[in-house]
């Protein structure tokens, strides 16, 4: 696999995760989710990748009215960056190990279509689709992701005409993304982003990403992340095996040991990573290109 030569950087801004406490830099408020955007975009992200969370607790949150007051923030500022909306909350069932029946605190479980009200409404460039069920770190925490619930996502998302980026946090889920391709429920070019490093899904080890990379349909386009202090080799690795590249604070909150990141400092350490390996910075116009999205109007 050769190395690419141009490279679509993502920024990841602030995820779902209980990081608002652990980092002043994380953003909240629809205003500063905004604002991380715009700056993430001025240092060489292409491409945003965006939650919203309540503005008042930090918590994770899936108002349609968050991520339009988002969406319209960054365009009003005129700042040419594809916009990449999660559409992965409403998966998470925590059960409770001695009565598994009984949901536990946490719990945000809906079904596939109510997952993309956000979606239909602002109808964003891109939006993810997570390919399967996963035993998300220790305890008793669950995300869900059956077929059913993917088949009939990936429907109303091509209908939609938005791009689906199929995250991919196992092989399992790989092989199951390429069966959707196989019933026409998505178009190519496929948009893979293959996640590494959460447990426990996929470890952060390159053998296994490369069978992951052996295992994409023929012309897909893909990109893949690692957690915290593999996040920057893990921009390097990609690149070396054909791919494109995520960072940002939804996945690590350090530039170094000790020291706290923006989002728009991870991207430049990527912009650095990217182009001391003799790549280029892919544009948006350029990502909008080679991921089969809209051109910008």
């Keep these: 696999m050769p190395v690419n030569q141009d490279v679509i950087i993502t920024c990841a801004l602030t995820g779902a995760g209980d990081t608002v406490g652990r980092s002043p830099h994380v953003p909240v408020t629809p205003e500063q989710i905004a604002a991380s955007a715009v700056e993430a975009a001025g240092a060489g992200a292409a491409v945003v990748h965006i939650h919203v969370r309540e503005p008042e607790t930090g918590a994770p949150s899936r108002d349609p009215r968050l991520y339009r007051e988002v969406v319209e923030r960054i365009r009003e500022t005129g700042t040419d960056v594809v916009i990449n909306l ?3 909350m409403g998966g998470d069932l925590v059960i409770d190990p001695e009565a598994p029946l009984r949901q536990l605190p946490g719990t945000d479980l809906v079904s596939g279509l109510e997952r993309l009200p956000h979606v239909e409404e602002l109808l964003p460039d ?47 889920q790989l092989w199951f993304a390429k069966q959707l391709l196989a019933e026409g429920l998505l178009d190519d070019p496929t948009v893979f982003q293959l996640c590494m490093g959460i447990p426990w899904g996929a470890p952060a080890d390159p053998g296994v990403l490369q069978a992951m990379v052996n295992m994409l349909p023929q012309g897909a386009q893909w990109a893949s992340f690692a957690l915290g202090r593999m996040q920057m080799p893990w921009v390097a690795q990609s690149i070396l ?30 912009v650095r990573i990217t182009e001391s390996l003799g790549s280029r910075v892919a544009t948006p116009d350029e990502a909008r290109a080679k991921l089969g999205l809209r051109s910008r109007t």
């Design 86 to 88: 999660t559409a992965g």
């Design 241 to 270: 095996l054909g791919g494109h590249v995520r960072v940002g604070l939804e996945d690590n909150l350090y530039l170094g040991k000790g020291v706290k990141a923006t989002n728009g400092q991870l991207v430049e350490r990527a």
């Design 126 to 172: 891109i939006c993810t689709l997570d390919c399967g069920s996963l035993n998300f770190g220790d305890g008793s925490n669950l995300y869900v992701s059956t077929p059913d619930m993917l088949r009939t996502g990936a429907k109303r998302i091509q209908e939609l005409g938005v791009r689906p980026e199929l995250e991919i946090f196992d092989t399992g």
